[in-house]
């Protein structure tokens, strides 16, 4: 008992959509179920990837309990996918009645579980906050914006995050420079990464192709690349190229595989040197990153693992919401031009690319100290009770 009466348990309910949320709250989890008084935790899977090599699996290699609730939203335009979250999502808050939502990242079902909270008058933790690509354009950059908007603690990654909240008005006594989340579990499980001559004698191709250094990796999924015909054509095109220095491990998201089909592509993917693989475990696409002389993706989460790991990725986009990668880490922006692409592959083959350095606290601790605010947070709020 409290000089102001029973503190409140502290409920979180812990929000999990797409695959790269996994690896954000697997680390959190673990973290608030360390604090004391433990929390209560409900974990809650709105189904917005659904097939098992895009989100079963990673339960298992990230030791995640599994979701309490399952919202199974499945996919759908924008629209229609928010809106189903959200109708879902509000009955399933109304039973559990939380002190608080936590949300990782910046998909479309991050926004829809953050304005339920919200207007339920529930407080919005985000972690992953104030990243900006400052392109409207990208459905993940309108998530981002919004969802900050609405949170009451908001955790950031990189220094740049705090000074985009900052300038978009958030109050600085809310925002938390905690760190990479993403990173505490790279760090955790790179020990147990699955070596790639592994994987691809798995996915039946020769091992012997999987030797450190000797081939790329590629990964590509971005709307703004693969949704046009005309511009997908030009990357697959520029890989082929690229595929034909050296070996090209294109591990193909559904949605590219998808687009590649409409498009009448998948003759692209048949290039010589170029082997495509489904989407990877999160053990087996650590082990490919690890081993590769060079990394090309759009991916968010891949520019901040190849910055971890020291090994040259070139993001092909024209931004990225993750400066620190450039400034400081492995990453370079490449843009979509394949020419420009194609220059700058040489240039790391030929010289090796730049490794950068590690960005301050991506040190395996982030989601201690979002626990540690939590707790800080929860206090602070059972003082405030009459
Ligand atoms: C979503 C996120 C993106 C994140 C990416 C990681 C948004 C707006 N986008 O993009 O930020 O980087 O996840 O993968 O939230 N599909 C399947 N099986 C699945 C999931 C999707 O086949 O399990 C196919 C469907 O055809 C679907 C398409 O992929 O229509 C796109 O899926 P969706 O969840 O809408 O977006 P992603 O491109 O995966």
């Not at 309490?68 to 979250?85: K, R």
Request: aromatic share 4%.
């Amino acid at each position: 008992m409290s000089l102001h009466g029973p503190v409140q348990p502290l409920h979180l309910v812990c929000v999990v959509a797409a695959r790269p949320n996994y690896m954000k709250m697997a680390p959190i989890l673990a973290a608030l179920a360390r604090l004391r008084p433990a929390p209560r935790l409900s974990l809650v899977h709105t189904g917005q990837h659904y097939d098992a090599d895009m989100n079963s699996s990673f339960f298992g290699a990230l030791d995640m309990p599994a979701p309490d609730v399952n919202l199974g939203v499945g996919s759908a335009s924008h629209a229609q996918q928010t809106a189903e979250v959200m109708r879902r999502f509000e009955a399933v808050l109304e039973g559990l009645a939380p002190s608080a939502v936590l949300v990782v990242g910046d998909v479309n079902s991050t926004l829809a579980c953050a304005l339920v909270a919200a207007k339920m008058r529930i407080a919005v933790l985000h972690v992953e906050a104030g990243l900006r690509s400052f392109d409207r354009a990208m459905p993940e950059e309108i998530n981002r914006v919004l969802t900050d908007q609405l949170s009451t603690l908001l955790f950031t990654s990189e220094q740049a995050g705090n000074s985009n909240l900052l300038r978009e008005g958030v109050a600085p006594e809310r925002i938390h420079f905690v760190g990479n989340v993403m990173i505490d579990t790279l760090l955790q499980r790179l020990p147990a990464a699955i070596p790639a001559r592994q994987t691809l004698a798995a996915a039946g191709f020769d091992p012997l192709l999987g030797q450190p250094q000797r081939y790329a990796v590629l990964t590509l999924h971005r709307p703004s690349n693969v949704d046009q015909p005309q511009r997908l054509r030009a990357l697959i095109s520029a890989m082929g190229e690229l595929a034909q220095r050296l070996p090209l491990l294109f591990t193909v998201h559904p949605r590219t595989r998808a687009m590649l089909e409409r498009a009448g592509l998948q003759a692209g993917l048949a290039a010589p040197g170029m082997i495509c693989l489904p989407p990877l475990g999160y053990l087996e696409m650590l082990g490919l990153m690890q081993d590769a002389r060079l990394v090309l993706t759009d991916s968010g989460g891949v520019q901040e693992e190849t910055t971890a790991l020291g090994i040259p990725c070139l993001t092909l986009r024209d931004n990225t919401e993750r400066p620190v990668t450039v400034n400081e880490g492995s990453n370079a922006l490449a843009g979509r031009d394949p020419a420009t692409i194609l220059a700058l592959c040489d240039d790391i083959l030929r010289h090796g690319g730049k490794r950068g350095r590690i960005p301050q606290f991506w040190d395996g601790h982030a989601a201690e100290r979002i626990a540690a605010t939590i707790a800080l947070w929860q206090a602070g709020m059972a003082e405030q009770q009459p």
